[in-house]
């Protein structure tokens, strides 16, 4: 589409000052961080927990001398407990997102924390003894857990978007995202303490449970923004049409953030679901009394905390100066986050720990910018869809194929390669993320207009 092409909607007039905050709006971002916290405890629990429930489920792989195919059968099949919940995630999250241009948001959201709380309760419930069937009972949870955070995905953020300004936007989605490595961390202390205590991995999932049920309830209680208040014009409720789509795929800056952010999501998924079983391979012995799995998940909080807030800020500090920051913050951190890899594999532990420092730090720096990028380039209207349609892509080709594929090497070779394979995905991240600079301020310009009439 050229910028001819491009018409102005009619319904759309100028309203909001330049740095507004809607009344109600810091009470929301407060609910949905805590919200989100959940979410990623529940996902990282999992992932926690795995080497146990494997241990379980498929006691023939932990035989003395078990043959390669036995160990990564069994591998791959727990990686695919990680992606059933990504498959339904991401499949149903276009349709949330077609819904939330419709239907109360907050209502939504309400609706998809409870249901994910219940079915992550329902993962860690004793449905059979027969270990396939206990197998499938699991996998049938994860999906319906995919389901609910599918709901939350898409629209949380566009609810953010409509509640501050572009120039505030991007250091807001910082706080909002810094519950990925809280939450991933605390999900990983969480699955380690309950694991090994007299409990068992299973209540590592019912702990979950009440919190998310109070906090599903509260979302009944809030109110919608109008979509673009914050942007400073009002536009309509209005279906979503097949020219939209179209729009989005002639967005480069839609299109090559969302292949980076492909990339990123492989590689974050790959390593955060089998960094428990890698350091077990490395033998990583305990800092004292914590263990390895908890210095994990404190290092996750420590550098996925600086560097989400950081990276958010900086996008937003470097914006008068560089027109295309965002991806210019995101592309470098990644682009120094690939030698990071490699430096954390084949130094030895507890000196590698600095590496997986810094290997954490990178990779989250760009969470903020990148989202702030989705939100900017896109039209109120359909921003809600735009993000689902970004949740689809990244998860069908990120980390859904990750677990498996990476459980899949790991067992017919050894951990290191399938890790080598994340730190590739990790540098062509960041060249299609450097790539997009040249692009975001003219999207940017042209997202609130960005529309066929």
């Not at 939209?244 to 955060?272: C, E, H, K, V, W």
């Not at 590698?352 to 954490?360: G, K, L, N, S, Y």
């Not at 921003?383 to 194929?401: E, M, P, Q, W």
Request: with cysteine; charged share 10%; glycine share 10%.
């Amino acid at each position: 589409m050229t910028v001819e092409a491009i018409t102005t909607t009619p319904a759309l007039t100028a309203t909001a000052p330049e740095k507004q905050v809607l009344p109600g709006a810091r009470l929301a971002l407060t609910l949905l961080v805590a919200i989100n916290l959940f979410n990623y405890i529940d996902r990282q629990v999992l992932a926690a927990v795995e080497p146990e429930i494997r241990r379980e489920l498929f006691p023939e792989s932990f035989a003395p001398g078990a043959d390669k195919a036995v160990v990564a059968q069994a591998k791959s099949m727990m990686g695919w407990l990680s992606a059933a919940f990504l498959i339904t995630y991401m499949l149903t999250a276009p349709i949330f997102g077609l819904l939330a241009e419709r239907l109360s948001r907050w209502l939504l959201i309400g609706i998809g924390v409870i249901l994910w709380s219940i079915a992550s309760g329902g993962s860690g419930w004793h449905w059979t003894d027969n270990l396939a069937l206990a197998y499938w009972c699991m996998f049938a949870t994860r999906c319906l857990v995919g389901v609910g955070e599918a709901v939350y995905g898409p629209v949380a953020p566009t609810v953010i978007s409509d509640l501050f300004s572009i120039q505030q936007r991007g250091r807001v989605m910082a706080w909002f995202y810094l519950a990925i490595p809280v939450g991933g961390a605390l999900g990983y202390t969480l699955g380690e303490s309950v694991a090994h205590s007299a409990l068992g991995w299973r209540w590592a999932f019912f702990l979950v449970v009440p919190p998310g049920l109070l906090l599903g309830l509260w979302c009944f209680l809030m109110r919608d923004p109008s979509a673009g208040a914050a942007d400073g014009i009002v536009t309509p409720p209005r279906k979503v049409n097949w020219s939209d789509y179209r729009t989005l795929l002639q967005t480069p800056s839609y299109i090559l953030n969302t292949l980076g952010m492909t990339a990123m999501t492989f590689a974050i998924g790959g390593l955060a679901y089998w960094m428990a079983d890698y350091l077990e391979y490395r033998q990583v012995q305990p800092l004292g009394n914590i263990g390895p799995r908890t210095v994990f998940g404190g290092i996750t909080v420590l550098a996925g905390f600086s560097a989400t807030l950081l990276g958010g800020l900086a996008g937003d500090w470097l914006r008068p100066k560089f027109s295309g920051s965002y991806f210019l913050v995101s592309g470098t951190a990644m682009m120094l986050g690939f030698p990071m890899i490699f430096l954390m594999i084949y130094t030895p532990f507890p000196l590698a720990w600095v590496w997986v420092f810094f290997a954490v730090f990178c990779l989250f720096f760009n969470t903020g910018p990148t989202n702030t990028i989705l939100a900017n380039v896109t039209h109120p209207s359909i921003r809600a869809t735009a993000f689902a349609i970004n949740i689809l892509i990244i998860h069908l080709f990120g980390d859904v194929a990750s677990p498996p594929l990476m459980g899949y090497i790991a067992g017919y070779y050894n951990p290191d390669v399938s890790f080598i394979v994340v730190s590739v995905m990790v540098l062509i991240g960041g060249l299609f993320w450097l790539w997009g600079s040249r692009y975001l301020e003219r999207d940017t310009a042209l997202a609130p207009t960005r529309l066929q009439s």
